[in-house]
């Protein structure tokens, strides 16, 4: 931080997006080591925070083996020196010369396809001294994309891979983002399960026509957070939102509402008794609209306050509520902060240009993240 940067949270504008250092190294040290347990590999998607400081945080200051959405976030950690990346989005030929210039540039960078297609866009673009990693995305029930774990596509895809000149096939990717809408922990346990089981059958037909399989991951905060026994067998895993945590997480039984390590800051800017609601300065620009307001809270949750209810918001400013009753006005003076555990980390996080990371009320660092695609 410069001299000039705020020094406490009580000094900041609102909104703001505040980071408590002490429960992202948390969250990052309990999943590693939950890992380590296990016997796989972890490979911390990037996609909620998109910053090098917690990139850094979740690979122990090795900056390698990573998961982005985005060829910007390829692009943003391969010039701060970040190594072995993996662009985890089926690739087209528009992609290609961005995803060529990162082959050249890094030790390991890893794209991914789920058709021919994807295969012929790169195989036609040679670079020199290298060779394409590829990663075959697989659809273990999700529903959302990837060979199907069980077609003979998905097998042939793999035979046409290691056939091509210039290529090599880097393993299998699967996302379990059917844990999203589980009911219970068990559910979501159930869904590690299948997917593992899944995708180490395919694996299995894959060793069977003479193809070894060098990784099998999968991944989701849910999954990767109260995994299943199964889960063990696997080269690696991938989850992301576990370096936050956030409302949704809490509900699905990956953490603790004590766990999440985010919140938006917002202040009271109105009294309106006549309607029974706080107006404060925290709109859906700061906070997403993720949740639709489904919670019995509104669209998140009011640290140390119950008793209300984020009930609406628009643009750049939001009603606050009582959950019951008639709200005292006395106690939400004009100018009070309140401070909202988002429903979605990742979804809020993309609202802020800038992290306040503070520990107790001294913030101790500002993060700025990527942007753009």
């Given at each position: 931080?410069?001299?000039?940067?705020?020094?406490?949270?009580?000094?900041?504008?609102?909104?703001?997006?505040?980071?408590?250092?002490?429960?992202?190294?948390?969250?990052?040290t309990t999943m590693a080591q939950r890992c380590h347990q296990m016997g796989v590999s972890l490979?911390?998607?990037?996609?909620?925070?998109?910053?090098?400081?917690?990139?850094?945080?979740?690979?122990?200051?090795?900056?390698?083996?990573?998961?982005?959405?985005?060829?910007?976030?390829?692009?943003?950690?391969?010039?701060?020196?970040?190594?072995?990346?993996?662009?985890?989005?089926?690739?087209?030929?528009?992609?290609?010369?961005?995803?060529?210039?990162?082959?050249?540039?890094?030790?390991?960078?890893?794209?991914?396809?789920?058709?021919?297609?994807?295969?012929?866009?790169?195989?036609?673009?040679?670079?020199?001294?290298?060779?394409?990693?590829?990663?075959?995305?697989?659809?273990?029930?999700?529903?959302?994309?990837?060979?199907?774990?069980?077609?003979?596509?998905?097998?042939?895809?793999?035979?046409?891979?290691?056939?091509?000149?210039?290529?090599?096939?880097?393993?299998?990717?699967?996302?379990?983002?059917?844990?999203?809408?589980?009911?219970?922990?068990?559910?979501?346990?159930?869904?590690?399960?299948?997917?593992?089981?899944?995708?180490?059958?395919?694996?299995?037909?894959?060793?069977?026509?003479?193809?070894?399989?060098?990784?099998?991951?999968?991944?989701?905060?849910?999954?990767?957070?109260?995994?299943?026994?199964?889960?063990?067998?696997?080269?690696?895993?991938?989850?992301?939102?576990?370096?936050?945590?956030?409302?949704?997480?809490?509900?699905?039984?990956?953490?603790?509402?004590?766990?999440?390590?985010?919140?938006?800051?917002?202040?009271?800017?109105?009294?309106?008794?006549?309607?029974?609601?706080?107006?404060?300065?925290?709109?859906?620009?700061?906070?997403?609209?993720?949740?639709?307001?489904?919670?019995?809270?509104?669209?998140?949750?009011?640290?140390?306050?119950?008793?209300?209810?984020?009930?609406?918001?628009?643009?750049?400013?939001?009603?606050?509520?009582?959950?019951?009753?008639?709200?005292?006005?006395?106690?939400?003076?004009?100018?009070?902060?309140?401070?909202?555990?988002?429903?979605h980390a990742c979804a809020t996080a993309c609202m802020h240009p800038k992290y306040y990371v503070?520990?107790?009320?001294?913030?101790?660092?500002?993060?700025?993240?990527?942007?753009?695609?």
């Amino acid at each position: 931080m410069t001299t000039n940067s705020p020094s406490s949270i009580s000094s900041l504008d609102t909104p703001a997006l505040l980071v408590d250092i002490r429960k992202v190294e948390r969250n990052a040290t309990t999943m590693a080591q939950r890992c380590h347990q296990m016997g796989v590999s972890l490979r911390p998607h990037m996609k909620t925070h998109k910053t090098i400081e917690a990139a850094e945080i979740m690979t122990n200051g090795t900056k390698c083996h990573i998961v982005v959405s985005t060829l910007a976030e390829a692009e943003f950690y391969a010039s701060h020196g970040f190594d072995d990346v993996l662009f985890a989005q089926p690739l087209t030929q528009e992609k290609v010369p961005r995803c060529a210039q990162l082959v050249a540039q890094l030790e390991e960078f890893h794209v991914m396809i789920d058709s021919t297609s994807g295969l012929d866009a790169i195989s036609s673009r040679r670079v020199p001294g290298k060779q394409w990693s590829v990663f075959i995305k697989v659809d273990c029930g999700y529903g959302r994309a990837g060979v199907s774990h069980d077609s003979a596509d998905g097998v042939q895809l793999v035979q046409y891979l290691v056939s091509t000149p210039g290529v090599k096939f880097a393993g299998l990717y699967a996302h379990c983002g059917d844990s999203y809408n589980a009911d219970s922990p068990e559910e979501v346990k159930a869904i590690g399960h299948r997917t593992a089981q899944n995708i180490l059958a395919f694996a299995a037909k894959l060793k069977k026509e003479g193809i070894e399989c060098p990784t099998v991951s999968i991944g989701s905060t849910p999954t990767c957070s109260q995994p299943a026994d199964t889960m063990a067998q696997l080269t690696e895993v991938h989850p992301g939102n576990y370096i936050f945590y956030d409302v949704q997480q809490s509900l699905l039984g990956s953490c603790q509402l004590e766990d999440i390590a985010v919140q938006v800051m917002t202040r009271v800017i109105g009294h309106y008794p006549v309607n029974n609601h706080l107006l404060v300065d925290c709109g859906w620009t700061a906070l997403s609209l993720h949740s639709l307001g489904q919670l019995p809270t509104g669209f998140g949750i009011i640290d140390g306050h119950p008793e209300l209810k984020l009930s609406s918001m628009t643009q750049e400013v939001g009603k606050v509520h009582a959950v019951e009753g008639t709200l005292d006005f006395d106690k939400y003076p004009i100018g009070t902060v309140l401070k909202i555990l988002p429903y979605h980390a990742c979804a809020t996080a993309c609202m802020h240009p800038k992290y306040y990371v503070h520990s107790g009320e001294a913030i101790v660092a500002v993060w700025k993240p990527c942007r753009g695609w």
